[in-house]
């Protein structure tokens, strides 16, 4: 099955939507980390988000798999280059840059891919696969 589940969440309610996304999605769960949009372009303020997210929505629905994804928003850029942006000092996630899409399992990262390769398609099929 293709593309089956998109949640979006931002930092401030993004605990609860990932506590029901994981018991909501029993295939592939991805996580995706993106810059906010601009209501009135449908773009973000980040040209690396705008370049990868059609790539990974592209990938994802060709895929043979179930994949629930969970598309959080990091905020403007101002609150994204804070040091201490929630999403920057979690443990869990320790994010650098955005896009940054990670593959969720038995409550860890089991891979990710950062901002500089998010876009590349073989890449994209590597962490659906597993590897």
Do not use: Q
Request: net charge negative; charged share 30%; aromatic share 10%.
């Amino acid at each position: 099955m293709p593309l089956t589940t998109v949640v979006e969440a931002k930092a401030s309610d993004f605990e609860l939507v990932f506590e029901k996304f994981k018991e909501d999605n029993p295939g592939i769960k991805l996580l995706l980390f993106l810059a906010d949009k601009d209501p009135s372009t449908d773009l973000s303020w980040c040209p690396d988000c705008n370049v990868a997210e059609p790539v990974i929505y592209e990938k994802l629905s060709a895929s043979a798999s179930d994949v629930a994804i969970l598309k959080a928003f990091v905020g403007d850029r101002p609150t994204w280059r804070n040091p201490n942006h929630p999403w920057r000092v979690d443990p869990r996630f320790k994010l650098r840059g955005v896009p940054t899409l990670i593959r969720w399992e038995n409550d860890a990262i089991t891979g990710r891919l950062e901002d500089y390769e998010a876009h590349i398609g073989s890449k994209i099929d590597a962490l659906l696969a597993g590897n």
